[in-house]
């Protein structure tokens, strides 16, 4: 297993004229981190440092940073400062969220799209996942199994599909998956997430090994596309039981 680059410093900006000056921030500041390889979490220097270093007003800046956060490729983080996310997934979701809002109706729909990008990765992985692939699927159903708690499991049961779906070996096709499933289950789980009331069945969850999950480890274990593709359809019809029984 590969073990992870140190935390990189974020490197020194230069000035930018004053015209477009927050269009110019925002790419300067995206070729930097693309260019250089940050890793998500280097911390990018305070904006009075950015503002300073780039000739530009803090205002300016501060306009350049939230762009970039809608592009997903840092973090916002009220009181400690921007850092590096590189999650352009972030922005898809984003921009589904927005249409959840719009239409009212079409979470089936996010769920029927979330279910062919799914199927389509899990069979992609069943013949690309490396043992490092499985060995992060392996991880997430053992956090599902041990989840102490409804959100831990929710959380966990993410990591998995996507772990799954990353397997496929497919960046764009495991990117457009992550969105797709956090706003799906963001909108599956809004009563629960706004009332603070959690499901008997999702209480449930977590008190023993999920069979689903578990057969999706083992068909991918096997490369048995055809087993995996019965238990993608399974947990979809589960999820849409769950969703019409809210």
Do not use: C
């Not at 890793?39 to 940073?65: F, N």
């Not at 592009?71 to 850092?83: E, F, Q």
């Not at 057969?215 to 019809?237: G, K, P, Q, Y």
């Amino acid at each position: 297993m590969a073990h992870p680059k140190p935390l990189q410093a974020f490197p020194a900006v230069r000035p930018v004229s004053a015209s477009r000056l927050a269009d110019e921030v925002v790419e300067q500041i995206r070729t930097i981190i693309l260019k250089n390889d940050l890793q998500e979490g280097t911390r990018l220097p305070s904006e009075r440092d950015l503002a300073s270093q780039l000739g530009a007003s803090r205002p300016i800046v501060a306009q350049a940073l939230r762009m970039l956060s809608m592009m997903g490729l840092i973090d916002i983080r009220p009181g400690s400062g921007a850092y590096v996310m590189r999650r352009p997934e972030h922005l898809i979701a984003q921009s589904m969220q927005l249409m959840m809002e719009i239409d009212g109706d079409s979470l089936d729909h996010l769920l029927d799209l979330r279910l062919m990008l799914e199927d389509r990765g899990t069979a992609l992985a069943t013949t690309s996942a490396t043992a490092d692939d499985l060995a992060k699927v392996r991880r997430a159903l053992e956090r599902m199994t041990t989840a102490a708690s409804a959100s831990s499991w929710v959380a966990a049961d993410a990591l998995f599909h996507a772990a799954i779906v990353r397997a496929s070996q497919n960046q764009y096709l495991a990117m457009m998956f992550e969105a797709v499933h956090s706003t799906a289950v963001s909108n599956t789980y809004r009563t629960w997430i706004e009332s603070g009331e959690t499901p008997a069945w999702l209480l449930a969850a977590g008190d023993r090994p999920d069979e689903v999950h578990i057969a999706m480890l083992e068909a991918l274990e096997r490369r048995d596309a055809v087993s995996m593709r019965e238990h993608v359809l399974s947990h979809h019809h589960a999820m849409l039981a769950h969703l019409r029984g809210r």
